[in-house]
């Protein structure tokens, strides 16, 4: 048989505590054998306080045959009476744990709108902003009954409106001690349900729930086996008494057998009632269940409907802002193709001015002016002369420039191979 008994172990303060026994009445001796098998000694104690008090014919008379049977009955009832004990303290327990979280989930305003929290960051963006709701403007702080949360990329988090956060005037970037300036921190997006009519729910409510269910069924079939264990025993001393192969001193105990099978059946209506409340409570708890499920369901999907339009804003934010980048690389991309026009077109005109500045200093003067003086340039015009100068240096500088842009082009190929190769292997 088992019972549940007080437990201190844990948080659940009831546990089913195992009664095993073997009884032999050898009715020649008439010797009566009890092992009794148990984690602590309450049944001994009870069965030596009975056989110490009581008057001498429940179980501590074995002088007859009778007296003897009278007494194995009376233990067999003991131990039942065990058996059926702490039921009423277990079952108002479970219904106390079951109340907690039915009241809620039934008292629970789930048609409540969610809203949206926004926290963390730097900046003015960093202080958190609701979004107002008609019914959520009323309500004050409460518990939060579903919270999901999303991180969003600080750059995306900081454009609102038409425009991005580094075209905004009026957006202060973060700067560390050296002065350089660093992105915004990260923040998080959240969904609250508050209201004062909505309370907390999480996941381990349906937890307890479910543990509360296995511990009503598991007393379910603790109650059933005990019943069954005392419907075998009346049937068994029942049809021993009866049979006329046993003793006639056994045949005369029909009072003390019926005195036994009426507290037995006693015992079981108090049994089949606990049976009873329990199969009750479980219909119960599994009712709960379900609409804890669906309360959280609910939330889940309201949650997901709010950040998923949450996260097309966002989208579409960043579209803009893409968009706008890819002006800014156009026009970025256009005036490098005007520098390098103008440098090209200057790299053409710097080696010409620089020999018609030469050719004005005094250098060709003095050979003007001494006509005895070797010239090798006597046999040119000054046109010739010129171009003979200016051609060369102005080939040997364009010539220069396309190789040092030759390098930088071909730096830059080897980058983008080393950064794909890395990606693939």
Not at 56 to 61: A, K, R, T, V
Not at 99 to 104: D, T
Not at 303 to 310: D, E, F, P, R, T
Not at 326 to 341: F, P, Y
Request: charged share 25%; glycine share 4%; aromatic share 10%.
């Amino acid at each position: 048989m088992k019972s549940m008994e007080p437990s201190s172990q844990g948080d659940w303060p009831w546990s089913p505590r195992d009664c095993i026994i073997n009884h032999t009445f050898e009715l020649e001796t008439t010797r009566i054998i009890w092992i009794i098998i148990k984690g602590n000694t309450l049944i001994q104690d009870r069965i030596r306080s009975a056989t110490r008090y009581q008057s001498p014919g429940e179980l501590s008379s074995f002088r007859t045959l009778e007296e003897a049977f009278a007494s194995t009955l009376a233990t067999h009832l003991l131990i039942s009476e065990w058996a059926a004990e702490n039921w009423d303290e277990f079952i108002t327990f479970i219904e106390t744990k079951y109340h907690e979280i039915s009241r809620r989930a039934m008292s629970n305003d789930i048609d409540i709108p969610p809203v949206i929290i926004s926290e963390g960051g730097d900046g003015p963006l960093s202080n958190t902003k609701r979004t107002n709701t008609e019914k959520s403007a009323k309500s004050g702080l409460s518990s939060l009954s579903r919270t999901r949360t999303e991180t969003f990329d600080s750059w995306s988090s900081l454009i609102k409106g038409d425009k991005a956060w580094f075209l905004k005037p009026n957006v202060n970037l973060v700067t560390d001690s050296k002065d350089r300036v660093r992105p915004p921190a990260k923040k998080t997006m959240r969904v609250e349900f508050e209201t004062p009519g909505q309370q907390e729910f999480t996941f381990s409510d349906l937890q307890s729930l479910h543990h509360l269910h296995d511990r009503a069924k598991e007393a379910i079939l603790i109650l059933k086996l005990n019943i069954k264990i005392m419907s075998q025993l009346v049937k068994f001393y029942g049809t021993t008494i009866a049979s006329q192969q046993f003793p006639a001193a056994l045949r005369n105990c029909v009072g003390e057998y019926n005195v036994f099978r009426g507290r037995i059946e006693a015992i079981q209506d108090d049994l089949h009632t606990y049976v009873l409340k329990l199969e009750t409570l479980v219909g119960h708890v599994e009712g709960c269940k379900t609409l804890l499920r669906g309360i959280l369901d609910f939330q889940n999907k309201e949650s997901n409907k709010l950040l998923a339009g949450q996260s097309s804003t966002s989208t579409v934010n960043m579209e803009r802002m893409a968009v706008e980048m890819n002006h800014i690389a156009l026009k970025t991309k256009t005036e490098t193709v005007s520098m390098r026009v103008i440098t090209v077109v200057t790299l053409c005109f710097l080696p010409g001015t620089f020999i018609s500045t030469l050719m004005s200093t005094d250098i060709f003067q003095n050979l003007n002016n001494h006509p005895s003086a070797p010239d090798p340039y006597r046999n040119l015009g000054p046109l010739q002369l010129y171009l003979a100068l200016s051609l060369p240096l102005t080939f040997a500088t364009l010539l220069v420039y396309a190789y040092f842009h030759f390098l930088e082009i071909r730096r830059e190929q080897l980058e983008k191979t080393k950064y794909y190769a890395s990606k693939i292997f």
